[in-house]
């Protein structure tokens, strides 16, 4: 349990507290009700696929952290590794023998990736493979997608999918227009024209940013295709996808290689991490060998890299497999179940991500996830389910994140729960 501090030990009491001296009284506007209604609910402690709450209530938690965790809440393969390397010390500012692991953990696993420096999220991720994109090109222009998402950096924040979405802003106050005067935003799943004015294509190749979309045949095929032509950088932001997908992420799913990967989430087991990578040519172009400066104190950091590491060690191909057969599964039962109550449905799975649009048709773009948002089912399920006791994200732009420990038997309680909730607002209607 909490601090009861100054009020009862409410998720409404915590709530309250949290508005007077954090904004919104959420440190990430998607951890956020707006777009549900009610209040959120204050975590004390997770266990596998669990979450409990200030009240003490446990929900099946699908949320998993936006993706961070893979291997559930609290596993002791990463609670010990983090543990030990706390021990020893928690940050140096100088290398350290995690940080080389990781780096080459990840360079065996992605096809095409021969170097990553590693950062602290996917943000900056992003941010600093844009501008080792742009300092290796000598240009400025970065073609994104709608709906995809890249992390809050100004120049990657426009038409973002996820959190931007959920709250219903066009782009970002704050962010100049000089800022985004060369950022080029393309509908999802149409190669756009890219020219000699373009330093790189930026994409999510199964976009998980505005619910789970995936990529039309021939897209990312397209992407590598106009890139070459131009002699634009392809760059795969693999921040969700990443050892998620499969071990090999995106890149070995979908057999095109790009320039450069921006990684995050579940290569720091939780803990603060991203990484940027690419070919070496293409890194070189990094301070201190090269010109375009890239910093950070606590960039590979020895707890985080021990956090990664335990994951990716723990979790393996066999696993990557089990785990997809189950979120399959779990996403036709789902169909099903809210597709009983005559609700609208769909439930798009790529590997172990499940989507759920409340839509007649499947979804291929940004403009047909808004479509599926408007109708508002997703707010009323989303609080049906949390009546429930199954935690999913308070937004309607967000995957579903099952993994290792949400075992079938656990994904049957969220199905049951679903039929149910979703007979309950069919009634409500
Ligand atoms: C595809 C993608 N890229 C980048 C980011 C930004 O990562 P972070 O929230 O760690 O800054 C996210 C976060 O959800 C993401 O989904």
Redesign the pocket.
């Known amino acids: 349990m909490g601090d009861p501090g100054d009020g009862p030990d409410t998720n409404a009491a915590w709530f309250a507290r949290a508005r007077r001296v954090i904004p919104g009284g959420v440190d ?1 506007p998607v951890r956020s009700f707006a777009s549900v209604g009610g209040t959120p609910y204050t975590v004390v402690r997770g266990e596998g696929p669990y979450v409990w709450d200030v009240e003490g209530r446990r929900y099946v938690d699908l949320v998993q952290s ?2 961070a965790v893979l291997l559930g809440h609290a596993h002791p393969v990463v609670t010990a590794a983090v543990a030990s390397a706390a021990a020893r010390g928690t940050t140096f500012g100088a290398p350290t023998e995690g940080e080389v692991r990781l780096a080459e953990t990840i360079c065996g696993r992605v096809p095409g990736c021969e170097q990553v420096r590693l950062v602290s ?6 941010m600093s493979a844009v501008r080792v994109a742009r300092g290796y090109t000598g240009r400025d222009r970065v073609v994104k997608f709608a709906g ?5 950096a100004d120049a990657l924040l426009a038409g973002g999918g ?1 959190g931007v979405a959920t709250l219903g802003l066009p782009d970002s106050a704050g962010v100049p227009r000089s800022a985004v005067a060369d950022t080029v935003v393309a509908p999802y799943n149409v190669v756009p024209p890219v020219d000699e004015t373009v330093a790189c294509v930026i994409v ?1 190749v199964v976009a ?2 505005m619910g789970v979309v995936a990529p039309a045949p021939g897209f990312i095929e397209g992407l590598r295709r106009s890139c070459d032509e131009a002699g634009a950088l392809l760059v795969f ?1 693999e ?2 996808t990443g050892f998620r997908l499969g071990p090999g992420g995106a890149t070995a799913w979908c057999g095109v290689t790009p320039d450069l990967w ?1 990684f ?2 579940v290569i720091g087991g939780g803990l ?1 991490v ?1 990484a940027f990578g690419g070919r070496r040519d293409v890194l070189e172009v990094l301070a201190p060998g090269g010109p375009v400066y890239q910093a950070g104190t606590l960039s590979g950091n020895p707890l985080a890299t021990a956090a990664g590491l335990a994951v990716l060690g723990a979790f393996g191909p066999a696993d990557h497999e089990e785990l997809n057969g189950r979120a399959a599964r779990f996403a036709g039962g789902l169909a099903e179940a809210i597709g009983s109550a005559r609700l609208p449905v769909q439930t798009p799975v790529m590997g172990p991500l499940v989507g759920l649009f409340f839509s007649e048709e499947p979804v291929t773009d940004y403009e047909g996830a808004r479509r599926s948002a408007a109708n508002g089912l997703y707010a009323r399920f989303f609080g049906a389910m949390l009546e429930r006791g199954v935690a999913l994200a308070p937004g309607p732009y967000e995957a579903m994140f099952p993994g290792l420990t949400h075992s079938d038997a656990v994904l049957d309680t969220v199905v049951e729960a679903a039929g149910a909730a979703a007979e309950a607002i069919t009634v409500r209607a």
């Open positions: 990430s936006y993706g999220s996917g943000t900056e991720a992003a995809c998402y890249h992390g809050h996820s999510e998980a940013n932001d921040v969700i921006c995050g989430k603060p991203g």
